[in-house]
Nanobody, 120 residues
Framework: QVQLVESGGGLVQPGGSLRLSCAASGSIFSINAMGWYRQAPGKERELVAT???????NYADSVKGRFTISRDSAKNTVYLQMNSLKPEDTAVYYCNAEVVLTTRATVDDWGQGTQVTVSS
């Protein structure tokens, strides 16, 4: 019913930047919160940043001051600008969205993930 498609991952050197995008499509009436999570090898998935429909944002302490989350509600798209990347940011990054469907049911959906590797 809803598809989340991420893009923008890749290999970058320490100190570099990447911008992730996640576009939602399908039977969407509205989207409440959108966010990014990540999972490194051998670790649990963790929150990176979230943004509500009204605009307030929340960040993990480890990325504050380096990452910026934003959204384009008209395009049902969320972005994650990642600056000053560190090797410890290496992970698969997942997009998440709380979507109100055209049926007015609410679902929590995940993208397929995009790999971010920070290495020299």
């Amino acid at each position: 019913q809803v598809q989340l498609v991420e893009s923008g991952g890749g290999l970058v050197q320490p100190g570099g930047s990447l911008r992730l995008s996640c576009a939602a499509s399908g039977s969407i009436f509205s989207i409440n919160a959108m966010g990014w999570y990540r999972q490194a090898p051998g670790k649990e998935r963790e929150l990176v940043a979230t943004i509500t429909s009204g605009g307030p944002t929340n960040y993990a302490d480890s990325v504050k001051g380096r990452f910026t989350i934003s959204r384009d509600s008209a395009k049902n798209t969320v972005y994650l600008q990642m600056n000053s990347l560190k090797p410890e940011d290496t992970a698969v990054y997942y997009c998440n969205a709380e979507v109100v469907l055209t049926t007015r049911a609410t679902v929590d959906d995940w993208g397929q993930g995009t790999q971010v590797t920070v290495s020299s």
